[in-house]
């Protein structure tokens, strides 16, 4: 609980919740509890400053992994843009809507754009 009361202690630049719906055949009860989950994370984001859902086609495109359904292609996608974590299939997509939400961010001005970590060498004319 803690986490949730962070997020609005430091007012979050922005909160981004992938739209998702539910699964033909899913049960009733499981129906229920992910609808519960869901609606308690889209009342979070209300209160956490710039809010977004976001479908998982319009993120998936914006970082170049179209899954069709093949969860390796996010998990593939994540762990070139996050090579120092261990990323599964649990964790894939939430890393990428992260890193979406990170650079929407950065478009809107909430958020500085990173340095670049590599800069070419100049060269520079010498006189003499």
Request: contains cysteine; glycine residues 10%; positive net charge.
């Given at each position: 609980?803690?986490?949730?009361?962070?997020?609005?202690?430091?007012?979050?630049?922005?909160?981004?919740?992938?739209?998702?719906?539910?699964?033909?055949?899913?049960?009733?009860?499981?129906?229920?509890?992910?609808?519960?989950?869901?609606?308690?994370?889209?009342?979070?984001?209300?209160?956490?400053?710039?809010?977004?859902?976001?479908?998982?086609?319009?993120?998936?495109?914006?970082?170049?992994?179209?899954t069709?359904?093949?969860?390796?292609?996010?998990?593939?996608?994540?762990m070139?843009?996050?090579?120092?974590?261990?990323?599964?299939?649990?964790n894939?997509?939430?890393?990428?809507?992260?890193?979406?939400?990170?650079?929407?961010?950065?478009?809107?001005?909430?958020?500085?754009?990173?340095?670049?970590?590599?800069?070419?060498?100049?060269?520079?004319?010498?006189?003499?």
């Amino acid at each position: 609980m803690k986490i949730w009361l962070d997020l609005f202690k430091h007012r979050a630049a922005a909160f981004f919740l992938e739209e998702v719906h539910s699964m033909p055949g899913q049960g009733v009860a499981s129906c229920f509890t992910f609808g519960s989950s869901f609606g308690f994370l889209h009342c979070l984001g209300l209160g956490c400053g710039r809010f977004e859902r976001v479908r998982p086609q319009i993120w998936q495109r914006d970082l170049n992994c179209r899954t069709g359904g093949d969860k390796n292609i996010s998990k593939a996608r994540a762990m070139e843009l996050f090579p120092s974590m261990r990323v599964t299939h649990a964790n894939a997509d939430a890393l990428l809507i992260a890193e979406y939400g990170r650079r929407k961010a950065v478009s809107w001005g909430l958020l500085e754009a990173p340095k670049p970590v590599y800069s070419p060498r100049r060269t520079v004319p010498t006189t003499g």
